[in-house]
């Protein structure tokens, strides 16, 4: 799924700077700021993107955390969110997503008119007096 996989010198790296705890911190993971997850990697460890490749992260011990399966999981949840909102932003500058609501008003009153013209050629012309002046 990664485009920037670590490579296992950086993984070895990241795990020996973990003292084989989990490095998770801050709320992104659902600590306090500073505050740091520490339990056990003997049980599974994951090396995760600080910065996501996808929001630019690179695959730089730096960018590497050793973390536990648990930290893991929370986190993912908020890069996805963060990732799908960059896109987003992304495609509404570049004018691929329009908002959902502006294609909408734009469309109603065009098709509205439209139906409105249509009726005005199907309707015969009002004859309100020519009855009353045959009578005459
Ligand atoms: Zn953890």
Do not use: W
Not at 35 to 63: K, M, T, W, Y
Not at 106 to 116: D, I, L, T, V, Y
């Amino acid at each position: 799924m990664s485009r920037t996989e670590f490579t296992r010198a950086i993984r070895r790296a990241a795990l020996a700077r973990s003292g084989h705890r989990c490095e998770a911190s801050g709320k992104r993971y659902g600590f306090e700021e500073g505050q740091r997850c520490n339990c056990d990697l003997s049980l599974g460890v994951i090396f995760d993107h600080d910065v996501p490749d996808q929001l630019g992260g690179d695959a730089s011990l730096e960018n590497c955390r050793a973390i536990c399966v648990t930290c893991n999981k929370f986190k993912t949840r908020g890069d996805i969110q963060q990732i799908r909102k960059s896109d987003r932003q992304r495609d509404k500058a570049s004018g691929v997503l329009r908002p959902v609501g502006k294609i909408r008003s734009a469309g109603f009153p065009k098709s509205e008119k439209a139906s409105r013209r249509q009726n005005k050629q199907t309707l015969p012309p009002k004859p309100l007096f020519k009855p009353a002046e045959e009578t005459r």
